[in-house]
């Protein structure tokens, strides 16, 4: 069972020309309003790639917080443990331009009140703990030390990354995801090489797999005893807003049914890869089917 601890926001899409710089506005045609959040989103991503999943997180009590969480429920993801709150439901607000590059700003709303002690009647050493960033730091901490405690299985997507406190904890958890940004990012915390492979290679220790998603150029992986570099398909790029969370949920699914390590990470590719050619970001996770045959 793979329990998601993570942000569950409706999100708002709009298609431009190109993206925004600094102070400039520009005009879109219209938008469309998808369920999102990187907890949700992976959490969708999971169960479509196979996997029986429980959400763990939080919504407000507005008119948003309905849509957000329909497309988890539609595709049989777990909701009982998901929170109702006196807040507002989390919002993302979009940009995705022709080439398929977008730009995100998030308002937390009650992501930012979700509780790590929420997870306590959830976890054993058969479960598989999967997290992402947008909660409160501290609570991912204490998601870490709980989900260790319990024995379950630990798989971090530190995105965004945290402060220096929270992201020290990156080499505590079973599986490390990180972009090529966000390894940079974190490699300047945890005083490492900022290029991908020599992070990779730095950061794997005590059997801890690391992963760098690098887009079009696929993904160098290591577990500190091999190492994976796997190449992404060509496809027609039309919206790259869901791929990072679909590879999340696919590698998770994946490592929670006890597939090699090869085989999961090949799978995590083709579900990020599929992703991609759908607006979205859960509208845009593939089926369990569709994975396997790209990933062969």
Same mark, same amino acid.
């Given at each position: 069972?793979?329990?998601?601890?993570? $942000?569950?926001?409706?999100?708002?899409?709009?298609?431009?020309?190109?993206?925004?710089?600094?102070?400039?506005? /520009?005009?879109?045609?219209?938008?469309?309003?998808?369920?999102?959040?990187?907890?949700?989103?992976?959490?969708?991503? #999971?169960?479509?790639?196979?996997?029986? /999943?429980?959400?763990?997180? #939080?919504? *407000? $009590?507005?008119?948003?917080?309905?849509?957000? +969480?329909?497309?988890?429920?539609?595709?049989? /993801?777990?909701? *009982?443990?998901?929170?109702?709150?006196? &807040? $507002?439901?989390?919002?993302?607000?979009?940009?995705?331009?022709?080439?398929?590059?977008?730009?995100?700003?998030?308002?937390?709303?009650?992501?930012?009140?979700?509780?790590?002690?929420?997870? %306590?009647?959830?976890?054993?050493?058969?479960?598989?703990? +999967?997290?992402?960033?947008?909660?409160?730091?501290?609570?991912?901490?204490?998601?870490?030390?709980?989900?260790?405690?319990?024995?379950? %299985?630990?798989?971090?997507?530190?995105?965004?990354?945290?402060?220096?406190?929270?992201?020290?904890?990156?080499? !505590?958890?079973?599986?490390?995801?990180?972009?090529?940004?966000?390894?940079?990012?974190?490699?300047?915390?945890? !005083?490492?090489?900022?290029?991908? =492979?020599?992070?990779?290679?730095?950061?794997?220790?005590?059997?801890?797999?690391?992963?760098?998603?690098?887009?079009?150029?696929? /993904?160098?992986? $290591?577990?500190?005893?091999?190492?994976?570099? +796997? =190449?992404?398909?060509?496809?027609?790029?039309?919206?790259?807003?869901?791929?990072?969370?679909?590879?999340?949920?696919?590698?998770?699914?994946?490592?929670?049914?006890?597939?090699?390590?090869?085989?999961?990470? %090949?799978?995590?590719?083709?579900?990020? &890869?599929?992703?991609?050619?759908?607006?979205?970001?859960?509208?845009?996770?593939?089926? #369990?089917? !569709?994975?396997?045959?790209?990933?062969?």
């Amino acid at each position: 069972m793979i329990t998601v601890f993570g $942000s569950i926001n409706l999100d708002l899409v709009v298609a431009v020309r190109k993206l925004p710089g600094p102070g400039e506005t /520009v005009i879109g045609r219209d938008h469309q309003a998808f369920a999102g959040g990187k907890g949700a989103n992976q959490a969708l991503a #999971a169960r479509r790639a196979g996997a029986p /999943v429980r959400m763990i997180g #939080a919504v *407000g $009590s507005d008119p948003f917080a309905a849509p957000a +969480l329909a497309g988890l429920q539609d595709a049989g /993801v777990e909701l *009982g443990a998901v929170r109702s709150l006196e &807040s $507002s439901t989390g919002l993302a607000f979009i940009g995705v331009e022709a080439s398929g590059e977008n730009q995100i700003i998030v308002a937390s709303g009650a992501n930012a009140q979700v509780d790590a002690d929420w997870l %306590k009647p959830f976890l054993s050493a058969h479960d598989t703990l +999967l997290m992402q960033g947008e909660v409160p730091e501290e609570e991912l901490i204490e998601a870490i030390r709980l989900g260790r405690q319990a024995g379950a %299985k630990l798989i971090w997507n530190p995105a965004p990354i945290p402060g220096a406190q929270c992201a020290r904890r990156a080499t !505590d958890v079973d599986v490390l995801v990180v972009n090529e940004g966000e390894a940079a990012e974190l490699a300047v915390i945890l !005083d490492l090489p900022t290029d991908p =492979k020599e992070f990779v290679d730095a950061c794997c220790r005590n059997g801890l797999l690391v992963v760098v998603t690098m887009g079009g150029n696929g /993904v160098y992986a $290591s577990n500190g005893q091999q190492q994976f570099r +796997l =190449k992404a398909p060509v496809i027609d790029v039309r919206d790259t807003t869901g791929a990072g969370d679909a590879f999340c949920g696919a590698l998770a699914a994946a490592i929670d049914r006890g597939e090699e390590t090869e085989t999961a990470l %090949k799978q995590a590719v083709a579900a990020g &890869s599929l992703a991609c050619t759908a607006t979205g970001a859960q509208s845009s996770a593939p089926d #369990a089917a !569709d994975i396997q045959r790209l990933a062969l």
